[in-house]
C-alpha cells in the first residue's frame, strides 16, 4: 500500500510571494533578451550615457563662464570627439608602421627559437610528440584512393589518379558603383554607431535636468527633496569617478608609453593607448596590455635584456597604482565587490561582447551608485556593492552569537580609526545587544546564548582595553568595507566623539579611588554586557570601573558591595520598559550607597526629552542618560568638578540633559 502525503495548503501570501518573483524572473529575462537584441541601439546608448557623465563637469564649467548652454555644450562634444578621432589616427598610423617592420623581427625570432632548442640535450618529450601528431596529420589528409568495380562485382582499388580538371573562375571587372560600395560598406557600421553617440550625448547634456525629474518620478516622487538630492549625488560620485579612472589610466598608458619608448620598443605610442584602454578592464586589462609589447620585445631584441625591463615596468607601475594611488583617489564611495566584478564583465561580455568588457565596470558602478541613493533599487546595492548585505548591529550581534570577538575587534580597530570608541559602542555594539534582547523578550534565546553573548562582549572589551577614546587622527580613513559601511551609517555627534581622556591629576575630590564608578547590570545578561561595554568606555576616558551582574541588586546580594569610594553608580539597561524594577533596583543602590549619586541609563533609541524626565520622576534617580555616549559625557563632568558633587537629586539642563 502506498500512503499519499497530503498535500500543503499555501496561504495567500506564499502564492502571491510565487507570482511576485515568477513575475521578477519573467522580467529579467525579457530586459535581458531586450539588451541582448537590442546591443545595436544600447551600446551607443551605454557608451553615450558613460561620456556625458565625463563631460558634465566641464560643461558646467563653461556655463560658469556665461557661455549659453547650447553653446557649451556642442563646443565639448565636438572637444571630445576630435580628442577620440585624433588617438584614433595615431593607432591606425601606429598599426600601419608596425605591420610593415613585422617581417623584419621574423628572423631575430628564428634564431631565438634555433639557440633555445640548442641549449636542449637531445629532443624532448613534447617535440617527438609534436613530430608525431604532424605525421598522423599527413596520412589523414592523404588523398582517398578510387575504387573500381570488376565483371564479377568485386571492388579493386586502382592506382591510376585520376587528373584533375583546371577551373578559373573570373569575376567581372567591378564597375564605379561596385567599388565606392566595396569602400564604403566596412565605415558604415561604425559611422552610424559614432553618429548615435553623438545625437545622445548632445541630447544628454541638454536634456539633463528633465532625464533627472523622470528618473525621479520613476523612482518615487513621495519624498521629493529626499529623490533629488540622493540622484545629484549620485550624478556628482559617477561624474567624479569616470573622471578621475579616467585621469588614472590615462596617466598609466603614459607612463607605459613613455617607458616603452625609453626601453626601445616599437610603436610605443600605439602600446600606450591600448594600456589606457584596456586597464578599464577589470582584472586582465592590464596583462592584455602588457602581452603586446613583451611579444615584441622577445622578437625585437636578439638578447633578453629588453623583455625583463619591459616585464619589469608593468609588474613595477600596476601594483604601484592598483594597490597605492587608486585606493587613496578612489576611497570608498562607489566600491564593487570582487564577485560582482567578476560576474557583470562575464554577463556584459556575453551580452555586447568585447566592448561589454571595457563597459562592464563602469555600467556596474552606475548601478551599485544608483542602487544606494534610490530606496526601490537597493537591491542592486546589496548584489553589486562592497558594502555588507547585514548591517553592522546584525553583523555584531552574529559575531557574538557565534563567540567570535576577535574578529568583531579587529572590525572595531577599522572603525577606531575615524570615529570614536562611544560611537563604535551606541551605533554598533549596542544596537546589536538590542537585536540580542529582542529575541531574548521573545523567547528565541535560552539563557545559556545571553551567556555567551555577554561572554564574547566581556572578551571583546578585553581586546579593545588598550584603545583609549582620543579623538581620531586626522586624515586617516578605512579601507575595510564592512567598517566603511558601519561609519556612514552612523550619525556623528561631535559633543561626545570629542570627549577628553581625564587624568588623574585632574580629577575632582571623591574620584582620585581607583574605581570610582560602579556599572551594575539591570535584569539579565545582556544589560550586563551592556554594562561591561560602558565600563570599557569609562576606563577609556580615564576613570576606573567595576562591574556587577544583575544578582547584585537581589535582597542578599545588595548588602555585599562596597561603598568606599564610589562616586556614581551607574544602573545599565537596554530599553525603558519595567519602571518598576527599575524604581526598586534605585532605592535598594541608594541604601546601600549613601554617598554616590545613581544614575540610570537606559540605552533606547526613541527615549526622548519628555520621556527621561518622566524616567527619572518616576525612579527617582539623579542622573538619566539614554545612550553610552550621554552617561560617559555625564560622568566625565561630575569627575571634572573642583568640588565633590553634591548629595542631593541633581536636576538636569532640558536641552542637553547634563548636570
Given at each position: 500500500?502506498?500512503?499519499?502525503?497530503?498535500l500543503?495548503?499555501?496561504?495567500t501570501?506564499?502564492v502571491?510571494?510565487?507570482?511576485?518573483?515568477l513575475a521578477?524572473?519573467?522580467?529579467?529575462?525579457?530586459?535581458?533578451?531586450?539588451?541582448?537584441?537590442?546591443?545595436?541601439?544600447?551600446?551607443?546608448?551605454a557608451?553615450?550615457?558613460l561620456?556625458?557623465?565625463?563631460?558634465?563637469?566641464?560643461?558646467?564649467?563653461l556655463?560658469?563662464?556665461?557661455?549659453?548652454?547650447?553653446?557649451?555644450?556642442?563646443?565639448?562634444?565636438?572637444?571630445?570627439f576630435?580628442?577620440?578621432?585624433a588617438?584614433?589616427?595615431?593607432?591606425?598610423?601606429?598599426l600601419?608602421q608596425l605591420?610593415?617592420?613585422?617581417?623584419?623581427?621574423?628572423?631575430?625570432?628564428?634564431?631565438?627559437?634555433?639557440?633555445?632548442?640548442?641549449t636542449?640535450?637531445?629532443?624532448?618529450t613534447?617535440?617527438?610528440?609534436?613530430?608525431m601528431?604532424k605525421?598522423l596529420?599527413?596520412?589523414l589528409?592523404?588523398?582517398?584512393e578510387?575504387?573500381?568495380?570488376?565483371?564479377?562485382?568485386?571492388?579493386?582499388?586502382?592506382?591510376?589518379?585520376?587528373a584533375?580538371?583546371?577551373v578559373?573562375?573570373?569575376?567581372?571587372?567591378p564597375?564605379a558603383?561596385d567599388s565606392l560600395?566595396?569602400l564604403?560598406s566596412?565605415?558604415?557600421?561604425?559611422?552610424?554607431?559614432?553618429?548615435i553617440?553623438?545625437?545622445?550625448?548632445?541630447f544628454?547634456?541638454?536634456?539633463?535636468?528633465d532625464?533627472?525629474?523622470?528618473l525621479i518620478?520613476?523612482?518615487g516622487?513621495?519624498?521629493?527633496q529626499?529623490?533629488?538630492?540622493?540622484?545629484d549625488d549620485?550624478?556628482?560620485?559617477?561624474?567624479?569617478?569616470?573622471?578621475?579612472?579616467l585621469?588614472?589610466?590615462g596617466?598609466?598608458?603614459?607612463?607605459?608609453?613613455v617607458?616603452l619608448?625609453l626601453?626601445?620598443?616599437?610603436?610605443?605610442?600605439?602600446?600606450?593607448?591600448?594600456?589606457?584602454?584596456?586597464?578599464?578592464?577589470?582584472?586582465i586589462?592590464a596583462?592584455?596590455?602588457?602581452?603586446?609589447?613583451?611579444?615584441?620585445?622577445?622578437?625585437?631584441?636578439p638578447?633578453?635584456?629588453?623583455?625583463?625591463?619591459?616585464?619589469a615596468?608593468f609588474?613595477?607601475?600596476?601594483?604601484?597604482?592598483?594597490?597605492?594611488?587608486e585606493?587613496?583617489?578612489?576611497?570608498r564611495?562607489?566600491?564593487?565587490?570582487?564577485?560582482?566584478?567578476v560576474?557583470?564583465a562575464?554577463f556584459?561580455?556575453?551580452?555586447?561582447?568585447p566592448?561589454?568588457?571595457?563597459?562592464?565596470?563602469p555600467?556596474?558602478?552606475?548601478l551599485?551608485?544608483i542602487?544606494?541613493?534610490v530606496e526601490?533599487l537597493?537591491?542592486?546595492d546589496?548584489m553589486?556593492?562592497?558594502?555588507?548585505a547585514?548591517s553592522?548591529?546584525?553583523?555584531?550581534?552574529?559575531?557574538?552569537l557565534a563567540?567570535d570577538p576577535?574578529?568583531?575587534?579587529?572590525?572595531?580597530?577599522e572603525?577606531?580609526k575615524?570615529?570614536?570608541?562611544?560611537?563604535?559602542?551606541?551605533e554598533?555594539a549596542v544596537?546589536?545587544l538590542q537585536l540580542?534582547q529582542?529575541?531574548?523578550?521573545?523567547?528565541?534565546?535560552a539563557?545559556?546564548?545571553?551567556?555567551?553573548?555577554r561572554?564574547?562582549?566581556?572578551?571583546?572589551?578585553v581586546?579593545?582595553s588598550d584603545?583609549?577614546?582620543?579623538?581620531?587622527?586626522?586624515?586617516?580613513?578605512?579601507?575595510?568595507?564592512?567598517?566603511?559601511?558601519?561609519?556612514d551609517?552612523?550619525?556623528s555627534?561631535?559633543?561626545v566623539?570629542?570627549?577628553?581622556v581625564?587624568?588623574?591629576e585632574s580629577?575632582?575630590d571623591?574620584?582620585?579611588?581607583e574605581?570610582?564608578?560602579?556599572?551594575v547590570?539591570?535584569?539579565?545578561?545582556?544589560?550586563?554586557?551592556?554594562?561591561?561595554?560602558?565600563?570599557?568606555?569609562?576606563?577609556a576616558?580615564?576613570?576606573?570601573t567595576k562591574?556587577?551582574?544583575?544578582?547584585?541588586?537581589?535582597?542578599?546580594?545588595?548588602?555585599?558591595?562596597?561603598?568606599?569610594?564610589?562616586?556614581?553608580?551607574?544602573?545599565?539597561?537596554l530599553?525603558?520598559?519595567?519602571?518598576a524594577?527599575?524604581?526598586?533596583s534605585v532605592?535598594?543602590?541608594?541604601?546601600?550607597?549613601?554617598?554616590a549619586r545613581?544614575?540610570?541609563?537606559?540605552?533606547?533609541?526613541?527615549?526622548?526629552?519628555?520621556?527621561?524626565?518622566?524616567?527619572?520622576?518616576?525612579?527617582?534617580?539623579?542622573?538619566?542618560?539614554?545612550?553610552?555616549?550621554e552617561?560617559?559625557?555625564?560622568?566625565?563632568d561630575?569627575a571634572?568638578?573642583?568640588?565633590?558633587?553634591?548629595l542631593?537629586?541633581?536636576?538636569?539642563d532640558?536641552t542637553?540633559?547634563?548636570?
Open positions: 500500500m502506498i500512503s499519499r502525503q497530503p500543503k495548503v499555501r496561504t501570501e506564499e502571491l510571494g510565487l507570482i511576485s518573483a521578477v524572473a519573467i522580467f529579467a529575462v525579457i530586459i535581458i533578451a531586450l539588451l541582448y537584441f537590442g546591443r545595436d541601439i544600447f551600446v551607443p546608448v557608451l553615450a550615457i561620456l556625458s557623465f565625463v563631460l558634465a563637469p566641464l560643461v558646467a564649467q556655463q560658469r563662464l556665461r557661455a549659453p548652454r547650447g553653446l557649451a555644450v556642442v563646443s565639448v562634444v565636438v572637444l571630445a576630435v580628442v577620440i578621432f588617438l584614433g589616427s595615431m593607432l591606425a598610423t601606429q600601419a605591420a610593415s617592420e613585422l617581417p623584419n623581427y621574423q628572423s631575430t625570432m628564428s634564431n631565438k627559437i634555433q639557440s633555445f632548442r640548442d636542449k640535450a637531445g629532443r624532448g613534447l617535440e617527438r610528440a609534436s613530430d601528431l605525421d596529420g599527413k596520412e589528409d592523404k588523398p582517398k578510387p575504387e573500381a568495380r570488376t565483371a564479377g562485382g568485386l571492388r579493386t582499388t586502382t592506382s591510376a589518379p585520376v584533375p580538371i583546371p578559373e573562375v573570373r569575376q567581372p571587372d564597375g558603383l560600395r566595396t564604403i566596412p565605415l558604415i557600421h561604425p559611422l552610424a554607431t559614432t553618429g553617440i553623438i545625437i545622445f550625448v548632445i544628454i547634456l541638454l536634456q539633463r535636468e532625464l533627472r525629474n523622470r518620478r520613476l523612482a516622487s513621495s519624498d521629493l529626499r529623490t533629488t538630492a540622493a540622484l549620485a550624478a556628482f560620485r559617477l561624474s567624479r569617478l569616470f573622471l578621475t579612472q585621469a588614472l589610466n596617466g598609466f598608458g603614459v607612463v607605459i608609453g617607458g619608448w626601453i626601445g620598443i616599437p610603436s610605443a605610442i600605439l602600446w600606450g593607448i591600448l594600456a589606457a584602454a584596456l586597464r578599464f578592464v577589470p582584472y586589462g596583462v592584455i596590455a602588457a602581452a603586446f609589447p613583451l611579444a615584441l620585445a622577445a622578437a625585437v631584441d638578447g633578453w635584456t629588453m623583455l625583463i625591463w619591459t616585464l615596468l609588474v613595477v607601475v600596476e601594483p604601484l597604482l592598483g594597490h597605492v594611488i585606493p587613496m583617489v578612489y576611497g564611495s562607489t566600491g564593487l565587490s570582487p564577485v560582482a566584478v560576474v557583470s562575464a556584459w561580455t556575453a551580452l555586447w561582447g566592448i561589454g568588457l571595457v563597459l562592464a565596470t555600467l556596474t558602478v552606475c551599485v551608485v542602487g544606494r541613493h526601490r537597493e537591491f542592486l546589496v553589486f556593492g562592497d558594502r555588507p547585514l553592522p548591529p546584525e553583523i555584531f550581534y552574529q559575531r557574538m563567540n576577535t574578529e568583531a575587534a579587529e572590525k572595531a580597530e572603525y577606531l575615524e570615529r570614536s570608541l562611544i560611537a563604535y559602542c551606541d554598533v544596537k546589536g540580542a529582542a529575541d531574548a523578550e521573545r523567547g528565541a534565546l539563557y545559556d546564548r545571553l551567556a555567551t553573548i561572554d564574547a562582549v566581556t572578551e571583546l572589551t581586546d579593545l584603545q583609549n577614546d582620543a579623538p581620531a587622527a586626522a586624515g586617516e580613513r578605512t579601507t575595510d568595507p564592512e567598517a566603511a559601511s558601519a561609519i551609517d552612523s550619525a555627534n561631535g559633543a566623539d570629542t570627549l577628553p581625564l587624568s588623574k580629577l575632582a571623591g574620584w582620585r579611588s574605581q570610582p564608578l560602579l556599572c547590570a539591570g535584569r539579565t545578561p545582556i544589560d550586563e554586557a551592556a554594562a561591561v561595554l560602558l565600563a570599557q568606555l569609562l576606563s576616558h580615564g576613570l576606573g562591574v556587577s551582574g544583575a544578582e547584585a541588586l537581589s535582597t542578599a546580594n545588595v548588602i555585599k558591595l562596597e561603598p568606599a569610594g564610589i562616586a556614581i553608580a551607574c544602573l545599565v539597561y530599553g525603558h520598559s519595567g519602571v524594577h527599575m524604581r526598586y532605592r535598594r543602590l541608594k541604601r546601600r550607597l549613601p554617598r545613581v544614575m540610570l541609563v537606559c540605552c533606547a533609541a526613541d527615549l526622548d526629552e519628555q520621556a527621561v524626565k518622566a524616567l527619572q520622576e518616576a525612579t527617582k534617580a539623579e542622573l538619566v542618560a539614554a545612550s553610552m555616549g552617561a560617559v559625557k555625564l560622568c566625565i561630575a571634572q568638578a573642583r568640588t565633590s558633587p553634591p542631593p537629586s541633581v536636576k538636569l532640558p542637553t540633559n547634563v548636570a
